[in-house]
Protein backbone atom coordinates (compact mmCIF):
# COMPACT_ATOMS: atom_id res chain seq x y z
CA UNK A 1 0.00 0.00 0.00
CA UNK A 2 0.93 3.50 -0.86
CA UNK A 3 1.66 6.04 2.28
CA UNK A 4 -0.06 9.31 1.53
CA UNK A 5 0.88 12.18 3.32
CA UNK A 6 0.72 16.36 2.61
CA UNK A 7 2.93 17.57 0.28
CA UNK A 8 4.13 19.71 3.85
CA UNK A 9 4.85 16.56 5.15
CA UNK A 10 6.86 15.15 2.30
CA UNK A 11 9.13 18.65 2.31
CA UNK A 12 9.67 17.95 6.04
CA UNK A 13 11.08 14.40 5.44
CA UNK A 14 12.92 15.36 2.60
CA UNK A 15 15.02 18.60 5.09
CA UNK A 16 15.38 15.38 7.56
CA UNK A 17 16.42 12.94 4.69
CA UNK A 18 19.38 16.25 4.24
CA UNK A 19 19.73 16.64 7.73
CA UNK A 20 18.30 19.90 8.14
CA UNK A 21 18.25 21.00 11.97
CA UNK A 22 16.29 24.35 12.07
CA UNK A 23 13.73 26.19 10.09
CA UNK A 24 13.68 29.96 10.69
CA UNK A 25 10.72 32.34 9.64
CA UNK A 26 7.52 33.77 10.40
CA UNK A 27 3.88 32.38 10.06
CA UNK A 28 1.17 33.07 7.37
CA UNK A 29 -1.71 32.14 5.66
CA UNK A 30 0.16 30.37 2.65
CA UNK A 31 2.32 28.38 4.75
CA UNK A 32 0.76 27.62 7.96
CA UNK A 33 0.53 23.93 6.96
CA UNK A 34 4.39 23.96 7.09
CA UNK A 35 4.52 25.48 10.53
CA UNK A 36 1.65 23.06 11.99
CA UNK A 37 3.65 20.24 10.69
CA UNK A 38 6.95 21.13 11.81
CA UNK A 39 5.57 22.26 15.35
CA UNK A 40 3.52 19.56 15.90
CA UNK A 41 5.89 16.61 13.90
CA UNK A 42 6.11 13.32 15.58
CA UNK A 43 9.42 12.76 14.12
CA UNK A 44 12.30 13.47 16.56
CA UNK A 45 14.69 14.24 13.34
CA UNK A 46 12.40 16.66 12.12
CA UNK A 47 14.21 20.52 11.87
CA UNK A 48 12.87 23.09 15.04
CA UNK A 49 10.98 25.70 14.27
CA UNK A 50 12.31 28.59 15.48
CA UNK A 51 10.28 31.98 15.00
CA UNK A 52 11.75 35.20 14.34
CA UNK A 53 10.73 39.28 14.68
CA UNK A 54 11.42 40.01 11.22
CA UNK A 55 11.61 37.67 8.30
CA UNK A 56 14.88 39.30 6.62
CA UNK A 57 16.62 38.12 10.37
CA UNK A 58 15.26 34.98 10.10
CA UNK A 59 16.85 34.59 6.15
CA UNK A 60 20.01 36.23 7.77
CA UNK A 61 20.26 33.62 10.35
CA UNK A 62 19.89 30.79 8.11
CA UNK A 63 22.74 31.98 6.10
CA UNK A 64 24.45 32.34 8.59
CA UNK A 65 24.31 28.77 9.87
CA UNK A 66 25.18 27.76 5.78
CA UNK A 67 28.37 30.26 5.82
CA UNK A 68 29.71 28.49 9.45
CA UNK A 69 28.49 24.73 8.51
CA UNK A 70 28.81 24.59 4.80
CA UNK A 71 25.04 22.83 4.58
CA UNK A 72 22.40 25.60 3.66
CA UNK A 73 20.35 27.18 6.29
CA UNK A 74 16.43 27.23 5.57
CA UNK A 75 14.13 30.07 6.24
CA UNK A 76 10.21 29.86 5.38
CA UNK A 77 7.63 33.22 4.94
CA UNK A 78 4.50 33.18 3.81
CA UNK A 79 3.09 34.77 0.78
CA UNK A 80 3.97 38.64 -0.36
CA UNK A 81 5.68 41.19 1.85
CA UNK A 82 6.94 37.50 3.66
CA UNK A 83 8.98 37.24 0.60
CA UNK A 84 9.66 40.11 -0.72
CA UNK A 85 11.29 40.55 3.05
CA UNK A 86 13.86 37.99 2.15
CA UNK A 87 15.39 39.40 -1.01
CA UNK A 88 18.03 41.56 0.90
CA UNK A 89 19.05 38.65 2.72
CA UNK A 90 19.31 36.11 0.22
CA UNK A 91 20.71 38.39 -2.38
CA UNK A 92 23.66 38.52 0.55
CA UNK A 93 24.00 34.98 0.69
CA UNK A 94 24.43 34.59 -2.46
CA UNK A 95 26.92 37.44 -3.36
CA UNK A 96 28.71 36.37 -0.49
CA UNK A 97 28.73 32.31 -1.00
CA UNK A 98 26.19 31.30 2.08
CA UNK A 99 24.17 28.47 1.20
CA UNK A 100 20.70 29.12 2.38
CA UNK A 101 17.51 27.77 1.24
CA UNK A 102 14.29 30.29 1.15
CA UNK A 103 11.04 28.90 1.28
CA UNK A 104 8.23 31.31 0.13
CA UNK A 105 4.53 30.66 0.49
CA UNK A 106 1.79 31.19 -2.35
CA UNK A 107 -1.34 31.69 -3.26
CA UNK A 108 -3.26 28.69 -4.18
CA UNK A 109 -2.30 27.76 -8.10
CA UNK A 110 -5.85 28.84 -9.17
CA UNK A 111 -4.90 32.56 -7.99
CA UNK A 112 -1.49 33.09 -9.44
CA UNK A 113 -2.90 35.13 -12.37
CA UNK A 114 -5.48 37.06 -10.11
CA UNK A 115 -4.81 40.44 -8.82
CA UNK A 116 -5.60 38.57 -5.06
CA UNK A 117 -4.35 38.68 -1.67
CA UNK A 118 -0.77 38.69 -1.57
CA UNK A 119 -0.47 37.65 -4.84
CA UNK A 120 3.22 38.43 -5.88
CA UNK A 121 5.27 36.93 -8.53
CA UNK A 122 7.66 35.38 -6.06
CA UNK A 123 9.90 33.51 -8.31
CA UNK A 124 9.97 35.75 -10.88
CA UNK A 125 11.58 38.10 -7.85
CA UNK A 126 13.78 35.81 -6.76
CA UNK A 127 15.10 35.15 -9.85
CA UNK A 128 17.68 37.86 -9.63
CA UNK A 129 18.77 37.33 -5.71
CA UNK A 130 19.31 33.62 -6.08
CA UNK A 131 21.31 31.29 -7.66
CA UNK A 132 17.64 29.07 -8.68
CA UNK A 133 14.21 30.29 -8.04
CA UNK A 134 11.46 27.75 -8.90
CA UNK A 135 7.82 27.57 -8.05
CA UNK A 136 6.14 24.00 -7.34
CA UNK A 137 3.03 23.33 -9.23
CA UNK A 138 2.34 19.91 -8.39
CA UNK A 139 2.89 18.46 -4.82
CA UNK A 140 4.82 15.15 -6.30
CA UNK A 141 7.54 17.19 -7.03
CA UNK A 142 7.91 18.83 -3.80
CA UNK A 143 11.17 16.28 -2.97
CA UNK A 144 12.54 16.44 -6.17
CA UNK A 145 12.42 20.31 -5.74
CA UNK A 146 14.01 20.29 -2.73
CA UNK A 147 16.49 18.49 -2.69
CA UNK A 148 17.54 20.18 -5.93
CA UNK A 149 17.34 23.74 -4.37
CA UNK A 150 20.06 22.32 -1.53
CA UNK A 151 22.40 20.60 -4.28
CA UNK A 152 22.20 24.22 -5.86
CA UNK A 153 22.83 26.46 -2.99
CA UNK A 154 26.16 24.06 -2.41
CA UNK A 155 27.19 23.51 -5.85
CA UNK A 156 30.27 25.64 -7.28
CA UNK A 157 30.42 28.69 -5.54
CA UNK A 158 27.41 28.37 -2.89
CA UNK A 159 24.27 30.60 -2.68
CA UNK A 160 20.80 31.41 -2.16
CA UNK A 161 18.01 28.68 -3.61
CA UNK A 162 14.36 29.57 -3.58
CA UNK A 163 11.31 27.70 -3.64
CA UNK A 164 7.46 29.31 -3.90
CA UNK A 165 4.93 26.96 -2.60
CA UNK A 166 1.73 27.28 -3.00
CA UNK A 167 -1.27 26.81 0.06
CA UNK A 168 -2.63 24.11 -1.84
CA UNK A 169 0.79 22.44 -2.93
CA UNK A 170 1.72 22.40 0.91
CA UNK A 171 -1.65 20.41 1.74
CA UNK A 172 -2.03 18.43 -1.24
CA UNK A 173 -1.65 14.89 -1.28
CA UNK A 174 1.63 12.84 -1.99
CA UNK A 175 2.27 9.26 -2.87
CA UNK A 176 5.45 9.55 -4.31
CA UNK A 177 9.28 9.08 -2.07
CA UNK A 178 11.04 11.53 -0.98
CA UNK A 179 14.71 11.85 -2.34
CA UNK A 180 17.56 10.31 -0.58
CA UNK A 181 20.09 12.20 1.14
CA UNK A 182 22.52 13.59 -1.10
CA UNK A 183 25.97 12.13 -1.81
CA UNK A 184 29.15 13.98 -2.32
CA UNK A 185 30.50 14.88 -5.46
CA UNK A 186 33.68 13.28 -6.71
CA UNK A 187 36.48 16.27 -6.09
CA UNK A 188 38.45 16.80 -9.62
CA UNK A 189 42.03 16.78 -9.38
CA UNK A 190 44.45 18.60 -11.07
CA UNK A 191 46.70 16.95 -13.99
CA UNK A 192 50.66 16.56 -13.52
CA UNK A 193 51.49 19.23 -16.23
CA UNK A 194 49.22 21.81 -14.91
CA UNK A 195 50.95 21.28 -11.45
CA UNK A 196 54.49 21.24 -12.98
CA UNK A 197 53.82 24.73 -14.77
CA UNK A 198 52.94 26.22 -11.19
CA UNK A 199 56.05 25.16 -9.65
CA UNK A 200 58.41 26.39 -12.46
CA UNK A 201 56.01 29.94 -11.55
CA UNK A 202 57.14 29.71 -8.43
CA UNK A 203 60.78 29.01 -8.72
CA UNK A 204 61.22 31.94 -11.31
CA UNK A 205 59.04 34.73 -9.20
CA UNK A 206 61.04 36.87 -7.10
CA UNK A 207 58.11 37.52 -4.35
CA UNK A 208 55.37 34.97 -4.97
CA UNK A 209 52.13 35.97 -2.30
CA UNK A 210 49.28 33.79 -1.51
CA UNK A 211 45.90 35.62 -1.65
CA UNK A 212 43.26 33.91 0.38
CA UNK A 213 39.62 34.21 -0.51
CA UNK A 214 36.56 33.57 0.51
CA UNK A 215 36.54 29.80 -0.54
CA UNK A 216 40.11 29.26 1.47
CA UNK A 217 38.21 29.58 4.77
CA UNK A 218 36.80 25.94 4.47
CA UNK A 219 38.01 23.79 7.21
CA UNK A 220 39.43 21.14 4.35
CA UNK A 221 41.01 24.25 2.46
CA UNK A 222 42.56 25.65 5.31
CA UNK A 223 44.16 22.13 6.43
CA UNK A 224 46.08 21.89 3.11
CA UNK A 225 46.97 25.41 3.01
CA UNK A 226 48.98 25.02 6.28
CA UNK A 227 50.45 21.74 5.06
CA UNK A 228 52.08 23.62 2.08
CA UNK A 229 53.10 26.85 4.22
CA UNK A 230 54.79 24.03 6.19
CA UNK A 231 56.68 23.08 3.73
CA UNK A 232 57.73 26.69 2.04
CA UNK A 233 57.33 29.62 4.03
CA UNK A 234 54.93 31.77 1.72
CA UNK A 235 53.31 35.03 2.83
CA UNK A 236 49.56 35.00 2.50
CA UNK A 237 47.14 37.86 2.74
CA UNK A 238 43.91 37.09 3.81
CA UNK A 239 40.27 39.09 2.55
CA UNK A 240 37.86 39.51 4.88
CA UNK A 241 35.86 36.53 4.45
CA UNK A 242 38.87 34.54 4.47
CA UNK A 243 39.68 35.76 7.99
CA UNK A 244 41.28 33.15 10.32
CA UNK A 245 43.06 30.84 7.37
CA UNK A 246 46.39 31.73 9.11
CA UNK A 247 46.83 29.89 12.29
CA UNK A 248 49.25 30.83 15.00
CA UNK A 249 51.66 28.02 13.93
CA UNK A 250 52.02 30.28 10.65
CA UNK A 251 51.98 34.16 12.48
CA UNK A 252 55.11 35.24 10.39
CA UNK A 253 53.09 34.30 7.12
CA UNK A 254 50.32 36.37 7.58
CA UNK A 255 50.41 39.72 6.49
CA UNK A 256 46.69 41.41 7.13
CA UNK A 257 43.78 41.77 4.73
CA UNK A 258 42.81 43.46 2.53
CA UNK A 259 39.37 44.33 1.38
CA UNK A 260 38.51 48.19 1.80
CA UNK A 261 40.29 51.26 0.85
CA UNK A 262 44.06 49.32 -0.93
CA UNK A 263 46.26 51.08 1.60
CA UNK A 264 47.27 48.38 3.64
CA UNK A 265 50.62 46.04 4.46
CA UNK A 266 48.43 43.43 2.39
CA UNK A 267 47.63 45.54 -0.80
CA UNK A 268 51.38 46.71 -0.57
CA UNK A 269 52.50 43.29 -0.80
CA UNK A 270 50.17 42.44 -3.52
CA UNK A 271 51.64 45.39 -5.69
CA UNK A 272 55.15 44.29 -5.18
CA UNK A 273 54.55 40.77 -5.86
CA UNK A 274 55.25 39.37 -9.02
CA UNK A 275 53.57 36.17 -8.74
CA UNK A 276 49.74 36.24 -7.10
CA UNK A 277 48.49 32.67 -6.11
CA UNK A 278 45.08 33.16 -5.41
CA UNK A 279 42.63 30.52 -3.80
CA UNK A 280 39.18 30.85 -3.53
CA UNK A 281 39.37 34.04 -4.34
CA UNK A 282 36.17 36.17 -5.64
CA UNK A 283 36.22 39.61 -6.65
CA UNK A 284 32.98 40.50 -5.06
CA UNK A 285 35.47 40.96 -1.85
CA UNK A 286 38.17 42.92 -3.61
CA UNK A 287 38.27 43.62 -7.06
CA UNK A 288 41.34 43.36 -8.62
CA UNK A 289 41.17 47.07 -9.90
CA UNK A 290 42.17 47.40 -6.32
CA UNK A 291 45.10 45.61 -5.96
CA UNK A 292 46.61 44.54 -9.14
CA UNK A 293 46.40 48.11 -10.60
CA UNK A 294 49.86 48.25 -12.30
CA UNK A 295 48.63 44.98 -14.22
CA UNK A 296 52.21 43.37 -14.41
CA UNK A 297 51.91 40.29 -12.01
CA UNK A 298 51.68 36.54 -12.91
CA UNK A 299 48.08 35.41 -11.61
CA UNK A 300 47.64 31.71 -10.94
CA UNK A 301 44.14 31.33 -9.88
CA UNK A 302 42.88 27.98 -8.01
CA UNK A 303 39.38 27.78 -7.36
CA UNK A 304 36.57 25.13 -7.26
CA UNK A 305 34.92 27.61 -9.90
CA UNK A 306 35.78 29.51 -13.17
CA UNK A 307 37.59 33.33 -12.58
CA UNK A 308 35.29 36.12 -13.60
CA UNK A 309 37.91 37.25 -16.15
CA UNK A 310 38.14 41.67 -16.40
CA UNK A 311 41.15 43.96 -17.55
CA UNK A 312 42.21 43.90 -14.39
CA UNK A 313 42.10 40.08 -13.71
CA UNK A 314 43.56 37.79 -16.19
CA UNK A 315 45.49 34.94 -14.41
CA UNK A 316 48.12 33.36 -16.21
CA UNK A 317 47.29 29.70 -14.56
CA UNK A 318 43.55 28.75 -14.24
CA UNK A 319 42.64 25.85 -12.24
CA UNK A 320 39.09 24.76 -11.75
CA UNK A 321 39.13 21.64 -9.19
CA UNK A 322 38.78 20.63 -5.83
CA UNK A 323 40.62 23.46 -3.83
CA UNK A 324 42.43 20.99 -0.99
CA UNK A 325 42.85 18.47 -3.25
CA UNK A 326 44.77 21.13 -5.52
CA UNK A 327 47.32 22.24 -2.34
CA UNK A 328 47.62 18.94 -1.62
CA UNK A 329 49.01 17.97 -4.95
CA UNK A 330 51.04 21.02 -4.66
CA UNK A 331 52.70 20.07 -1.65
CA UNK A 332 53.62 16.91 -2.52
CA UNK A 333 54.77 17.90 -5.92
CA UNK A 334 57.11 20.73 -4.98
CA UNK A 335 60.88 20.20 -4.52
CA UNK A 336 62.16 19.71 -0.92
CA UNK A 337 64.61 22.39 -1.27
CA UNK A 338 62.46 25.12 -2.56
CA UNK A 339 63.08 28.17 -0.64
CA UNK A 340 61.96 32.07 -1.12
CA UNK A 341 64.69 34.18 -2.07
CA UNK A 342 66.67 36.06 0.28
CA UNK A 343 66.02 39.02 -1.73
CA UNK A 344 62.42 37.71 -0.60
CA UNK A 345 63.10 37.38 2.97
CA UNK A 346 64.81 40.42 3.05
CA UNK A 347 61.78 42.32 1.62
CA UNK A 348 59.14 40.81 3.22
CA UNK A 349 60.98 41.43 7.18
CA UNK A 350 60.70 45.11 6.48
CA UNK A 351 57.03 44.77 5.47
CA UNK A 352 57.01 42.71 8.81
CA UNK A 353 58.40 45.47 10.53
CA UNK A 354 55.74 48.13 9.26
CA UNK A 355 53.15 45.56 9.52
CA UNK A 356 53.81 44.89 13.32
CA UNK A 357 53.91 48.67 13.61
CA UNK A 358 50.69 49.88 12.37
CA UNK A 359 48.55 49.51 15.97
CA UNK A 360 51.33 51.66 17.73
CA UNK A 361 49.89 55.01 17.58
CA UNK A 362 48.82 56.99 20.33
CA UNK A 363 45.56 56.33 21.68
CA UNK A 364 43.49 59.58 22.92
CA UNK A 365 39.39 59.42 23.12
CA UNK A 366 37.55 61.88 25.02
CA UNK A 367 36.39 61.68 28.08
CA UNK A 368 33.52 59.35 28.63
CA UNK A 369 34.48 57.15 25.47
CA UNK A 370 37.07 54.81 23.83
CA UNK A 371 39.36 55.01 21.06
CA UNK A 372 38.43 52.22 18.43
CA UNK A 373 41.59 50.34 19.49
CA UNK A 374 41.02 50.40 22.88
CA UNK A 375 37.85 48.27 22.32
CA UNK A 376 40.12 45.99 19.79
CA UNK A 377 42.75 45.49 22.23
CA UNK A 378 40.52 44.69 25.03
CA UNK A 379 37.86 42.53 23.38
CA UNK A 380 40.89 40.62 21.87
CA UNK A 381 42.65 40.06 25.13
CA UNK A 382 38.81 38.06 26.03
CA UNK A 383 38.82 35.82 23.64
CA UNK A 384 40.26 32.76 22.97
CA UNK A 385 40.69 30.51 19.29
CA UNK A 386 37.20 29.28 19.62
CA UNK A 387 35.11 32.19 20.04
CA UNK A 388 33.04 33.68 17.06
CA UNK A 389 33.06 37.20 16.38
CA UNK A 390 30.75 38.47 14.20
CA UNK A 391 30.86 41.63 12.61
CA UNK A 392 28.13 44.58 11.30
CA UNK A 393 28.89 47.45 8.58
CA UNK A 394 30.24 50.52 10.07
CA UNK A 395 33.27 52.40 11.06
CA UNK A 396 33.95 49.58 13.77
CA UNK A 397 34.20 47.35 10.49
CA UNK A 398 36.69 48.38 8.95
CA UNK A 399 38.96 48.93 12.65
CA UNK A 400 38.57 45.30 13.60
CA UNK A 401 39.42 44.18 10.21
CA UNK A 402 42.43 45.51 10.15
CA UNK A 403 43.34 45.34 13.33
CA UNK A 404 41.53 42.10 15.10
CA UNK A 405 43.04 39.25 14.72
CA UNK A 406 41.58 35.45 14.55
CA UNK A 407 42.66 31.94 14.28
CA UNK A 408 40.49 29.49 12.69
CA UNK A 409 38.47 30.08 9.44
CA UNK A 410 34.67 31.15 9.82
CA UNK A 411 35.19 32.51 13.31
CA UNK A 412 35.21 35.90 12.25
CA UNK A 413 32.32 37.13 10.32
CA UNK A 414 32.02 39.98 7.52
CA UNK A 415 29.51 41.12 5.11
CA UNK A 416 32.42 42.82 2.42
CA UNK A 417 30.54 41.55 -0.56
CA UNK A 418 27.18 43.44 0.13
CA UNK A 419 28.28 45.46 3.14
CA UNK A 420 25.07 44.51 4.69
CA UNK A 421 23.76 46.44 7.74
CA UNK A 422 21.98 44.45 10.03
CA UNK A 423 23.81 40.35 9.85
CA UNK A 424 25.72 40.48 12.81
CA UNK A 425 22.76 39.81 15.21
CA UNK A 426 21.47 37.28 13.52
CA UNK A 427 24.54 35.85 12.13
CA UNK A 428 25.28 35.50 16.46
CA UNK A 429 22.12 33.80 16.58
CA UNK A 430 23.20 31.03 14.11
CA UNK A 431 26.47 30.82 15.63
CA UNK A 432 25.13 30.18 18.85
CA UNK A 433 23.10 27.44 17.88
CA UNK A 434 25.81 25.90 15.27
CA UNK A 435 28.66 26.37 18.58
CA UNK A 436 26.34 26.30 21.70
CA UNK A 437 29.57 25.81 23.47
CA UNK A 438 32.02 28.51 22.39
CA UNK A 439 31.59 32.28 23.08
CA UNK A 440 29.86 34.37 20.95
CA UNK A 441 30.37 38.19 20.13
CA UNK A 442 28.43 40.44 18.19
CA UNK A 443 29.80 43.41 17.19
CA UNK A 444 27.73 46.41 16.09
CA UNK A 445 27.44 49.92 15.63
CA UNK A 446 24.20 51.88 16.94
CA UNK A 447 23.60 52.38 13.51
CA UNK A 448 23.65 48.62 12.43
CA UNK A 449 22.26 47.07 14.90
CA UNK A 450 18.51 48.89 14.94
CA UNK A 451 18.27 46.87 12.27
CA UNK A 452 17.71 43.89 13.27
CA UNK A 453 18.09 44.73 17.53
CA UNK A 454 14.45 42.93 17.13
CA UNK A 455 16.07 39.85 17.46
CA UNK A 456 17.39 40.34 20.62
CA UNK A 457 14.00 38.79 22.06
CA UNK A 458 14.57 35.94 19.69
CA UNK A 459 17.99 35.21 21.56
CA UNK A 460 16.06 36.27 25.03
CA UNK A 461 13.54 33.09 24.62
CA UNK A 462 16.12 30.46 23.36
CA UNK A 463 18.45 31.16 26.06
CA UNK A 464 21.54 32.19 23.85
CA UNK A 465 24.74 33.87 26.00
CA UNK A 466 25.33 35.94 23.33
CA UNK A 467 27.41 38.93 24.05
CA UNK A 468 26.28 42.38 21.47
CA UNK A 469 28.91 45.18 21.77
CA UNK A 470 27.20 48.26 20.36
CA UNK A 471 29.82 50.94 19.21
CA UNK A 472 27.84 54.31 20.14
CA UNK A 473 28.58 57.61 18.38
CA UNK A 474 25.43 59.15 17.11
CA UNK A 475 25.86 59.04 13.49
CA UNK A 476 26.23 56.25 10.36
CA UNK A 477 29.86 57.12 10.60
CA UNK A 478 31.63 54.72 8.06
CA UNK A 479 29.33 56.84 5.75
CA UNK A 480 30.13 60.06 7.91
CA UNK A 481 33.98 60.60 8.06
CA UNK A 482 34.43 59.46 3.79
CA UNK A 483 31.43 62.72 3.46
CA UNK A 484 33.82 64.41 5.04
CA UNK A 485 37.03 63.13 3.45
CA UNK A 486 35.17 63.88 -0.16
CA UNK A 487 33.44 67.31 0.31
CA UNK A 488 34.60 68.46 3.78
CA UNK A 489 31.12 68.12 5.35
CA UNK A 490 28.30 65.27 5.39
CA UNK A 491 25.01 64.82 5.40
CA UNK A 492 22.28 62.50 6.55
CA UNK A 493 23.88 60.91 8.79
CA UNK A 494 23.29 61.81 12.19
CA UNK A 495 20.58 60.07 14.44
CA UNK A 496 19.04 60.53 17.96
CA UNK A 497 20.18 58.59 20.97
CA UNK A 498 18.63 55.44 22.47
CA UNK A 499 19.48 54.24 25.85
CA UNK A 500 20.87 50.56 24.94
CA UNK A 501 20.78 49.22 28.69
CA UNK A 502 17.00 49.95 29.24
CA UNK A 503 16.60 48.60 25.57
CA UNK A 504 18.24 45.31 26.98
CA UNK A 505 16.30 44.98 29.48
CA UNK A 506 13.20 45.80 28.00
CA UNK A 507 13.87 42.75 26.54
CA UNK A 508 14.83 40.88 29.22
CA UNK A 509 18.54 41.09 28.58
CA UNK A 510 20.98 42.26 30.73
CA UNK A 511 22.34 45.59 29.74
CA UNK A 512 25.93 46.98 30.47
CA UNK A 513 27.73 50.23 29.72
CA UNK A 514 31.91 50.64 29.34
CA UNK A 515 33.33 54.05 28.86
CA UNK A 516 37.18 52.68 29.40
CA UNK A 517 39.13 49.31 28.79
CA UNK A 518 38.75 48.27 32.58
CA UNK A 519 35.41 48.89 32.54
CA UNK A 520 34.87 46.75 29.50
CA UNK A 521 37.18 44.34 30.71
CA UNK A 522 34.85 43.93 33.78
CA UNK A 523 31.72 43.67 31.37
CA UNK A 524 32.86 41.11 29.04
CA UNK A 525 33.62 39.04 32.26
CA UNK A 526 30.68 39.44 33.61
CA UNK A 527 28.71 39.51 30.34
CA UNK A 528 29.88 35.55 29.89
CA UNK A 529 29.11 34.56 33.14
CA UNK A 530 24.63 35.65 32.60
CA UNK A 531 22.25 32.63 30.75
CA UNK A 532 21.01 34.99 28.56
CA UNK A 533 21.97 37.48 26.14
CA UNK A 534 24.05 40.89 27.20
CA UNK A 535 23.81 44.22 25.32
CA UNK A 536 27.57 46.22 25.96
CA UNK A 537 27.06 50.10 25.22
CA UNK A 538 30.14 51.50 24.06
CA UNK A 539 30.70 55.70 23.75
CA UNK A 540 32.97 55.44 20.98
CA UNK A 541 35.35 58.37 19.84
CA UNK A 542 35.53 57.93 16.36
CA UNK A 543 37.86 61.18 15.31
CA UNK A 544 41.27 58.63 14.99
CA UNK A 545 38.93 57.86 11.23
CA UNK A 546 41.36 60.07 9.32
CA UNK A 547 44.08 56.74 9.74
CA UNK A 548 41.61 54.41 8.13
CA UNK A 549 42.07 56.64 4.90
CA UNK A 550 45.80 57.41 5.61
CA UNK A 551 47.55 57.15 1.99
CA UNK A 552 44.34 56.58 0.22
CA UNK A 553 44.37 55.97 -3.09
CA UNK A 554 41.73 59.18 -4.57
CA UNK A 555 40.44 56.45 -7.18
CA UNK A 556 39.27 54.32 -4.25
CA UNK A 557 37.77 56.76 -1.57
CA UNK A 558 33.96 55.61 -2.24
Keep these: MTDKKRGSQALIQSMINQQI ?83 GGQVPRDDLARLTHQSIPSKELMSVATKSSVEVQDPENLSEVFTNAYNTAISGKPGASFISLPADVLSGEVTRPEMRPLQPAEPAQTATKTLDKVIKMLQHAKLPVILAGMRASSEGVTNALHQLLAKVSLPVVETYQGAGVISHEFEKNYFGRVGLFRNQIGDTLLKQSDLVIAIGYDPVEYEARNWNVEHNDQIINIDAIAPELTVDYQPNVVIESDI ?12 EDYRLAQSAVDQLAKLREEFDGQSDVEINAKPGTMHPLDIVNTLQKKVDDDTTVTVDIGSHYIWMARHFRIYKPRHLLFSNGMQTLGVSLPWAIAAKLTRPNEK ?28 QLIWNDGYYDMVKFQEEAKY ?33 ATALDQAQKEAGPVIIDIPVDYSDNIELKSALLKDILN
Design 21 to 103: KYVFGIPGAKVDQLFEDLQYSDQPEAPKLIVTRHEQNAAFIAAGIGRLTGKPGVVATTSGPGVSNLVTALMTATAEGDPVIGL
Design 324 to 335: AGTLSALTDALP
Design 440 to 467: VISVSGDGGFLFSGQELETAVRLKLNIV
Design 488 to 520: GKNAGVKFGPVDYVKYAESFGAKGLRATNADEL
